[in-house]
């Protein structure tokens, strides 16, 4: 068993951040933690560092596959005994790695939630000592957090299933209403679980809103706002950027991926070099472009909100909104991965009132009735072993009609996996039936409470960008923290 100052040497850590040593020292007293801490501060210690110290193995839940290989990617580097089970390996892999699971190869097995689902997998993991329970972006667990996972709701019942290991959830952002749920979610009571909340201040974060009259005007505008940066880069030498650590890199989130394209060309046509990153890109060329940002072989990309969870860049100068977010929570979340180094970096929100008939189609779309999904469900039985040889296209026009804007489709078999109703997918043709609807997909006033949750952040956000005081107050309030006057934003700077 490693010392915990061997283990500070291991992370070439000379000091801890924030309460990082207080939650450390409490989960090697066996004690649970719920951590709140925003981006960049070093969440990820707090279960890391015990892990490799206590006698047996830990097992990270975390909800993208993209989030664990980037912590297995860097964890490796310090030691081998970690590794990750997930959908992106074939079967001989994972067979590979849950033997050496069996054998008690490695400290720190990271998973999604999902994982919890497979017999096999449960008939190995009841077999070893789990010390540590860490669950990562923990907001997941809350049906009225922004990011909600349903395998995420059965964590009290997998916490049973290890044994009751020592439990630590760890997320950046959370309103009180969601620290409550979370807490009960988990099986605890205020009692069990100390709370560890760093707050979420980034005051080097500078927070700037901007309403445009249409979309033309929006996009020169973000395009001025990227000219005067390369104008100011071009008039530092580089011994200037070398010695100040700026390399200008800049992220640009759009929600929409035909946005995104219309406004990668718009750059091309005024000769800015970027890059884009999106879903329907294949993992290689998304897994090159992501490569590319973090050796600043790419200065500007343009991203869905698929980038970013997970990516360990410190640099970044810039964070761009083209369109207005969804929450507060994705907001704030996003703006975290800028200036992660500590130094001053700059968070833009540009928008128009058509971002808002956008974010409204996306709650329809990701908030179904029950009627829609019966529909889907009957037609899915109906077919029978049929199923399986149904591409989207098909399985749309029978439930949705000519109604190509119509996105629902894809929530509900979204929530199908995730409920266990199917197994398979569309794409690789094996797409199964193999559960009952739970009640939770068929309760009318359960879905429109959902519904009801994503209008109201989405209100918040609206209200956000309407505020006529300080930006970082608005936010704090939001959060349930202390007002604050912070001088680095729009508002502030104008008085």
Partial sequence: ?????????????????????????????????????????????????????????????????????????????????????????????????????????????????????????????????????????????????????????????????????????????????????????????????????????????????????????????????????????????????????????????????????????????????????????????????QKNFLENKTEILLATNAFGMGVDKPDIRKIIHAELPISIESYYQEIGRAGRDGLDSHCYLFYVESDLAVLMDFIEWQNPDSYFIKKVYDTFRHAGENLASWDYKEIQAKVVYRNRGDHRLQTVLNLFDRFGVTSGDVENHNLKLIGELPHELTSQVKLEDKKKNSLKRLYEMLMYTKSEKCRRDFLYNYFGEDSVFCGNCDYCKSL
């Fill in 1 to 289: 068993m490693q010392s915990l100052e061997s283990v500070k040497n291991l992370f070439q850590i000379s000091e801890f951040r924030s309460n990082q040593e207080e939650i450390i020292t409490r989960i090697l007293d066996h004690k649970h933690c719920f951590v709140i801490m925003p981006t960049g501060m070093g969440k990820s210690l707090c279960y890391q560092i015990p892990a490799l110290i206590l006698d047996g193995m830990t097992i990270v839940i975390s909800p993208l596959i993209a989030l664990m290989y980037d912590q297995v990617s860097a964890l490796k580097k310090i030691t081998p005994d970690v590794t990750f089970i997930n959908s992106s390996l074939n079967k001989e892999d994972r067979i590979y790695r849950l033997e050496g699971v069996s054998k008690g190869k490695y400290k720190i097995l990271y998973i999604t939630p999902e994982r919890f689902r497979s017999k096999f997998f449960l008939d190995v993991i009841k077999g070893q000592k789990i010390s540590l329970l860490a669950i990562d972006e923990a907001h997941c667990i809350s049906q009225w957090g922004h990011d909600f996972r349903p395998d995420y709701s059965r964590i009290a019942e997998i916490r049973s299933i290890l044994g009751t290991p020592t439990t630590i959830a760890l997320t950046a952002t959370a309103t009180k209403h969601v620290q409550t749920d979370i807490i009960h979610q988990l099986g605890f009571n205020s009692q069990d679980i100390k709370l560890f909340h760093s707050g979420i201040a980034r005051p080097n974060l500078y927070l700037h809103v901007e309403k445009n009259v249409d979309e033309p005007m929006k996009w020169k505008s973000i395009l001025d706002l990227i000219r005067v940066n390369q104008d100011l880069e071009d008039s530092q030498n580089p011994q200037e950027n070398q010695v100040k650590n700026t390399h200008p890199s800049t992220l640009i989130y759009f929600n929409l991926i035909d946005k995104l394209e219309k406004f990668s060309d718009y750059l091309s046509t005024n000769r800015i070099e970027h890059s884009i990153y999106h879903g329907r890109l294949g993992a290689k060329d998304r897994n090159r472009i």
